[in-house]
């Protein structure tokens, strides 16, 4: 049985981001995972090296997905339906007590970042979805 996921982040874009993004995608898809990526226009700019698999996985459709990916900045995080939901995110700073995206992460079933710092920065900040 395969996985349905649906990924919604920017790769489309020009920036580390971006990049990380549109690896990622790739990564689940040559392993099996049937993925569908949905982008974010966060950024005014169109990045013209974009593998054209992203393109193909892109246009199809995805209904009721098992897992879906917030590859954002957790203010875009949202939660509906019976999915697990998984966001995935890096910041630099030690905690974002202010910024109301613990509360977004929250509605995560699970949080994954990209090492021990920004996960302690998690925790910091009230994060109490799974890391």
Avoid at 54 to 81: A, M, S, W
Avoid at 95 to 123: Q, T
Wanted: net charge neutral; proline share 5%; hydrophobic share 40%.
């Amino acid at each position: 049985m395969s996985i349905k996921c649906l990924m919604i982040g920017n790769p489309n874009s020009i920036s580390g981001w971006s990049k990380q993004c549109e690896n990622h995608a790739l990564a689940l898809d040559c392993v099996g995972v049937d993925i569908v990526v949905r982008h974010i226009n966060l950024l005014n700019n169109t990045n013209p090296d974009l593998s054209p698999r992203i393109l193909e996985l892109e246009q199809r459709t995805c209904n009721q997905p098992d897992t879906v990916i917030f590859n954002t900045l957790p203010h875009l995080y949202e939660k509906q339906g019976s999915a697990r939901y998984v966001g995935y995110f890096m910041c630099e700073t030690s905690n974002f007590i202010r910024s109301g995206w613990a509360a977004k992460l929250n509605l995560m079933d699970m949080v994954i970042v990209p090492n021990y710092f920004v996960k302690e920065s998690c925790l910091r900040s009230g994060v109490r979805a799974p890391i």
